[in-house]
């Protein structure tokens, strides 16, 4: 398991940006863009003003997008009807709002319909059920956000006297789909301006190729521009290019308010719409909870496109108790997938698959998520209804999900996605098969390769200079988001204090969630308030340690806070970890390591000794979390410190402190979080047990 205390750091070096750049947008700010490759001053123009950026011509798709801006021409010319098929996450369902908008100008009356299919009905993509339910009723069918890999049912459309045009993002087959045209920037150049639009870009990139060869204004389109950035920035697609664009410029749209459904949705989740951020936390996730709860998303789409106050109104209700009752279902099945994972051995397991009847459909997908964040391996999550097995799937950075599930057609019933997000339906007798299969070709692919960092650092900064003006210049940065994340800070020997633990309401009558703990951080320059989510108290380092923090305000209470990222008392090596090298043959007394590193930072401890190194401590493989609780609880109380470190072989003074509280039935304590604790530990011993006797060092004849 890769948590913070094992977090890979990689602090970038620092840059010497030119003056001009400098004057023009502050010191901290300045290294920033430099870093990031931002350096002329047209370039850092366009980056910073959308009004400086020069957009790309949608013709430049080339002549997939002529086609479908001819057909769709024809449609408007002749009288035909036309359907808009979308998806049913935020990205899919602001591209139909969109679609459904911007062509209705020019489809009146019952010309224009759209369909979404239900999520647990039908799952992602063009089906068959929801083709026999338009058949009739349209002679083309626009997709959004979906359609690139459903040969198949594109193939029956045209069976069923249906032309198709596909807009979508996802990747392409290997052989051009039977339909009118498919614009998809996956069949761009990876430098070229659309190559990271979201599904909801493609689609206004095709109503402003139609606007334009219909002799429409392109400032009829301006007003649909809020509808582009959530669904940009809910996708989390790299903010770069046309991309950043088109997310800056709907933001400004945005932060006026005109829809009245996004107006309510800003207000229900206490955001003012001037951010990605209000987005990616606030109404992103409340768009995505109706599908993820319910399935139909269909009252999304009038959610963002009515006018009726009472009627938005009672759907942004609607999607706040979704919203409510999603964080209580992710949190029961984060823990219960914890649990599972635990008892896997993730030095040889390269592929997390894991699957449950009971399981709810809806957020396998963002617990797949957690559990890569955490534990640094592609997962799968799936739920098992009438022997198949259907889920989703999500990717650290550095493993392509979907060229993993590529090949395997053999034992995948279907199969669809991108690199870092997949989903899948198989056979629930094949799991095993699949799970070996997906298992080999990644340590084919990647076993050898070096890890990935998991936390980049761009500056190093002192808490005094934590305040109003670098918050001021960072914010010129904005919007953050992939391809351009909100810059992380490094507090070197910073203190810890003030420490308090944040609950959530309780859920159920059970007790309640764990949400943060919040503190103050210090060092030599001042001090700030800050909060780290997900963590305990007595999870925060004791001393001085280095501290990678974010930059946050707090409108509420009028300040600037930090959100932690990662600590360590130690301090790791600011480098790619993955440079490990035998030791060399040192004149000097061996040095005995009695004690298995649980730590990065042990580890380079143990390298920095100027004398040969003999592992002398015994085989962590034969320590279990469980085993351990049953030893502890045959000790005899009151208990030391000294007894717990001997008898659960532990040095971590923290873990020793958890395990006399549990042992002593200290409130807020339970054996299920200890042995937890414990299997985590023990883990990370074998594991780097296994690096260090790979690295050639001694062993004794313990």
Known sequence: MINNSEMRWCLVPPTAPEAWLVTRVGAFAAQVLWQRGVRTPEAVSAWLDPQCYVPTSPLTFGVEMEWAVARLVRAIATGESVAIWGDFDADGITATALLWEGLGRYLPGDRLIYYIPDRFRESHGISRQGLEQLQGRCSLLVTCDTGSSNEEELTLAASMGMEVIVTDHHTLPPQRPPVVAIVNPRSLPPE???ATLSGVAVAYTLLRALTEALGAPLADL?????LVAVGLVADLVQLVGETRYLAQRGLAVLRHKRRPGLRLLLDACRKTGDRATDIGFGIAPRLNAISRIWGDVRQC????????????????????????????????????????????????????VLASPQWPAGILGIVAGQAVQTYGRPTFLLTIEEDVAKGSGRSPAGVDLYALLAGQEDL????????????????????????????QRYWQHYGDRPPQPDCIIDLEVKVSDLGAELFRELSQLEPYGMGNPLPKLLIRRALFGQVTEDRLPEVRGRRPNLRKVSFNLSDSSGSIPGHWWHKRYFDLPQGACDVVVELVDNPYRRRYEVRVVDALAHGPTLTQPWDFAPPSPLAG???????????????????????????????????????????????????TPDQVASALHLSDHHLIDLAIQTRLGAADTEPSRLIAALDEHYFQQRFFDRQLRQMGYSLSTH
Request: aromatic fraction near 6%.
């Open 192 to 194: 070229h301006p659309f």
């Open 301 to 352: 789409v009038t959610l963002l496109t009515s006018r009726d106050e009472t009627e938005c109104q009672q759907l942004v209700d609607a999607a706040e108790r979704a919203n409510q009752l999603r964080q209580e279902l992710q949190a029961e099945l984060w823990q219960e997938v914890q649990q599972l994972i635990v008892g896997l051995d993730l030095t040889t397991t390269g592929v997390v």
């Open 589 to 639: 007394d061996a040095y005995l390591c009695d004690v298995c590193p649980s730590t990065l930072a042990a580890v380079d401890t143990l390298r920095a000794q100027r004398r040969p190194i003999v592992l002398n401590y015994p085989p962590p493989e034969t320590c279990h979390g469980e085993a351990m609780w049953h030893r502890l609880r045959e000790l005899a109380l009151p208990l």
């Open 222 to 226: 301006e007003e649909l521009l809020d």
């Open 412 to 439: 995948i019933l279907r199969f669809g996605g991108h690199p870092f997000a997949a989903g899948l339906h198989v056979m629930a007798e094949r799991l095993p098969l699949l799970r070996a299969a997906l298992n």
